[in-house]
């Protein structure tokens, strides 16, 4: 929780409630003393069933009282059995019931009030205070707080969390009034953080007040302007402080409440450091007397001037003065990491993963709803982090500190210090990881083993056997070819390359590269997208983000780069037309880190690339050096329509709907390799992809056909290998073992159209030539390689053609037209 929300909620509650009795529930012992009566239409029991089962803890009270009678009440476990008609039903919250909160709404304008800022929590109450509680999850459930001001208005609301219970719907309140859900029991319960939580509260709270003291006439629409400058300066957006200023107004019966919202022309104000009323101007026309009141009004907007009483200047506490600009940027630096804020380092930037709950389009790269994506740290959102993370203050001559903003400079400053100790980010992983020890990174949060976040999105997998045998692999390799089942390979190499890109989901974020996957047809309509989308489901949650092939090699480049920026764990590189090539494509499939020039900018960055690519089209092309780098499936079937097929099943679908299974399965297959002790770790590991072979080992371990097979027909269809290899076997048959010349093979030429036709350019051009002998040197190929025999910076180089093993047998070639002369 940052500094400015933990001032805010004020006293802490003491973990148990004090009782004045002990009397001890028990299945066959009841409370039956007297107390308010009604009857209900309900059974506490079947309630309570119900609440067990949603995985809270339960506590049995006297019907028509709100407090437990046992001491021990917090530590005991109490089931369905313990409850009866006579009985109310509490409910532990915080930790003991997974992060279950209440927010009691004591005051009726802070009902009011959540009506906006807590409309997506569900609620219950009772007739004569309806909706006053409202319940959610909160992750890393803090303490139970008390937002109240005692010498005028009292209790506002209280955030009630570990510590404390709760009495629930089925009871009975002890005005006799039945306590009701507002609108039903809910399902699942809306999840946040718990400093966000605080947040709100604390909004609510502060409007609570205003709404109490909203004026009854004349001053309204001034009024609204100064509200509306305080939120903008607590760091509201413009829209959702005008959707608050005209629901407060309405809820205060103002009959002009739809033209109160003005934020855009008070935003225009601050943005040009022109006048824009605030906290004063609010305090003084709702007409707010009560200095403590005035005080509380201050400390839960985080705004204002608050006297040097009420400072407290500690290590949470950062002073702004000349000459300590060290100090408060490593000040600045400490409290945001001990505050939990989402900063890490990536290559040299400060960035922060966010989720998108639409789908985006960055240059012609399409992200599906519920994707991760790391994005810099911006200079406002830095400095909006560093206020909620430390108290910020300024010392007046009078000896006093008066509460400020961070300067921008102090957010700059941040930005540009190298080194940071903020935690290092890879990436974002969506499921479970395999560490590169064996072990499985299946808690969700940073890991530092693997330097990776765990974002499941709020899904549960199931735990991940330590040792399964080698039947357990087989079976869970059964769940994972299960959804292709309909599919027709062209070989079992090519359904390897599917199971290949399966496995590789569970480890392609650790390790520094994996090697592209291609998934071919003759035609369209064979499901090949459906496959990317079934491997990117296992590895986020989410269908592929997709990337079209761009015209020329520097449009590729951009996207790519937009890829690896955003930290994409996976893209699929749809209706693929043109070859598969490019120096950067290469470079984040195979190296650890790529450079990266920003847009816009004159500025290079290096980021770690761990982005598994699909590629998918017809009859796709694989060219130069990017043939290693990909493993091919080729999917067959002789159809002229292939689209028309009908099936009983949606593999895609069928993923989704059994991701959690799938993702151990995964795991499992990998897990077991590993505690079998990788027998098979005879197989030559593929270059680049030294890390990535436990796959491969796997696969062939479990008798799938090696996929690795693959690449090597990518390379042999090359079609630019073919054409180098049919220069060098040309050159070979025209001057044998003789060292030449580019002049002197370009001479021998004028006699050879084989050598004409093999060196596709006009002999003439000397540069021409040179060039494709010097992209053909020491490669290679038919059994044969091109060597530099002696170098000559002025009259250019001489080569010759070797064997290059003693059983290469002589190149025979077609006799040509000139071949007869």
Not at 181 to 205: F, M, N, S
Not at 304 to 314: L, P, Q, Y
Request: net charge negative.
């Amino acid at each position: 929780m940052s500094a400015d929300e933990k001032s805010a909620p004020g006293e802490e509650v003491p973990g148990a409630q004090k009782q004045n009795q002990t009397t001890q529930f028990s299945p066959t012992t009841r409370d039956r003393e007297s107390g308010p009566q009604v009857k209900s239409q309900v059974d506490p029991r079947k309630i309570a069933e119900r609440y067990v089962a949603r995985g809270w803890a339960v506590v049995p009270i006297k019907r028509g009282e709100k407090g437990p009678k046992s001491k021990d009440w917090l530590e005991a476990a109490f089931g369905p059995e313990y409850f009866s008609l006579e009985t109310n039903i509490g409910v532990k919250l915080g930790e003991k019931s997974g992060g279950l909160v209440d927010i009691d709404l004591d005051d009726e304008h802070a009902v009011a009030i959540a009506d906006a800022t807590l409309a997506f929590a569900p609620s219950f109450g009772r007739a004569g205070n309806p909706r006053s509680h409202r319940l959610l999850r909160v992750r890393d459930p803090g303490k139970t707080s008390k937002w109240q001001v005692k010498s005028s208005i009292g209790m506002v609301l209280e955030l009630r969390s570990s510590g404390v219970q709760t009495v629930f719907p089925g009871s009975v309140h002890p005005s006799g009034e039945a306590i009701e859900w507002t609108e039903g029991e809910p399902g699942d319960l809306p999840e946040r953080g718990y400093e966000e939580v605080v947040r709100l509260c604390r909004y609510t709270a502060f409007l609570a007040i205003v709404l109490r003291h909203y004026p009854k006439q004349g001053s309204r629409d001034e009024e609204c302007m100064a509200l509306s400058g305080v939120l903008l300066r607590m760091g509201l957006e413009p829209e959702h402080v005008d959707d608050l200023v005209r629901h407060l107004a309405q809820c205060a019966g103002d009959e002009e409440w739809q033209s109160r919202g003005k934020a855009q022309q008070t935003k225009g104000q601050l943005d040009a450091d022109g006048p824009a009323t605030g906290m004063p101007k609010l305090l003084e026309l709702l007409g707010i007397t009560d200095e403590v009141a005035r005080r509380k009004m201050v400390e839960w907007a985080g705004v204002g001037r608050i006297s040097a009483a009420s400072v407290a200047v500690d290590e949470n506490t950062i002073v702004v003065a000349d000459g300590r600009l060290a100090r408060i940027v490593e000040d600045s630096e400490r409290l945001l990491i001990a505050k939990g804020m989402p900063i890490y380092q990536r290559g040299r930037e400060l960035v922060r993963p966010v989720r998108h709950d639409r789908p985006t389009a960055d240059e012609d790269l399409r992200r599906q709803p519920g994707s991760v994506v790391i994005q810099p740290v911006g200079r406002h959102a830095l400095r909006m982090m560093m206020a909620r993370a430390a108290n910020w203050v300024t010392l007046r001559l009078d000896g006093c500190y008066t509460p400020t903003d961070p300067p921008l400079q102090y957010a700059d400053a941040l930005l540009d210090v190298r080194p940071l100790r903020f935690p290092r980010l890879l990436g974002v992983a969506g499921s479970p990881v395999m560490r590169a020890d064996g072990t499985v990174a299946q808690a969700e949060g940073y890991d530092p083993a693997t330097e990776l976040l765990l974002d499941f999105g709020g899904v549960t997998f199931p735990p991940v056997p330590d040792a399964p045998t080698r039947d357990d692999a087989l079976c869970a390799l059964g769940l994972l070819k299960r959804p292709f089942r309909a599919y027709e390979f062209e070989d079992r190499a090519s359904a390897s390359v599917v199971y290949s890109a399966m496995l590789t989901t569970a480890i392609s974020r650790v390790v520094p590269a994996v090697p592209g996957h291609v998934f071919d047809a003759s035609t369209a309509g064979y499901g090949k997208s459906k496959i990317a989308d079934c491997v990117s489901l296992l590895a986020t949650g989410t269908r592929a983000a997709v990337m079209s092939q761009g015209k020329n090699p520097e449009e590729d480049e951009k996207r790519i780069g937009a890829a690896l920026r955003g930290g994409d764990p996976l893209i699929a590189v749809d209706n693929i037309e043109q070859p598969i090539a490019g120096d950067k494509l290469c470079s984040a499939i195979t190296q650890a880190t790529v450079s990266l020039r920003i847009l816009g900018q004159s500025l290079n960055v290096e980021l770690p690339s761990r982005t598994m690519f699909l590629f998918t089209g017809n009859n796709v092309r694989v060219h130069a050096d990017m043939c290693r780098r990909v493993l091919r499936c080729r999917i067959g079937g002789d159809h002229e329509r292939p689209d028309k097929r009908q099936f009983d099943f949606d593999p895609v679908k069928e993923v989704e709907a059994q991701r959690t299974e799938l993702v151990v399965a995964a795991l499992a297959v990998l897990r077991a390799y590993v505690a079998a002790g990788r027998p098979r770790r005879d197989l030559p590991p593929i270059g680049s992809f030294e890390d990535w072979n436990v796959v491969r080992e796997a696969l062939v371990w479990l008798d799938e056909e090696d996929p690795e097979l693959t690449r090597e027909e990518v390379m042999e269809d090359d079609e630019e290998r073919e054409d180098m290899q049919c220069l060098l076997l040309a050159i070979r048959a025209a001057m044998r073992d003789q060292p030449f010349t580019v002049a002197e093979l370009r001479d021998a030429a004028k006699n050879h159209h084989g050598l004409i036709a093999a060196l596709s350019c006009d002999p003439g051009v000397g540069r021409a030539v040179s060039a494709r002998l010097k992209k053909l040197q020491g490669r290679v190929l038919g059994g044969f390689v091109l060597r530099v025999v002696r170098e000559d910076g002025k009259r250019g180089h001489t080569y010759r053609v070797d064997k290059r093993r003693a059983e290469a047998a002589e190149p025979t070639l077609p006799p040509s037209p000139s071949d007869e002369f």
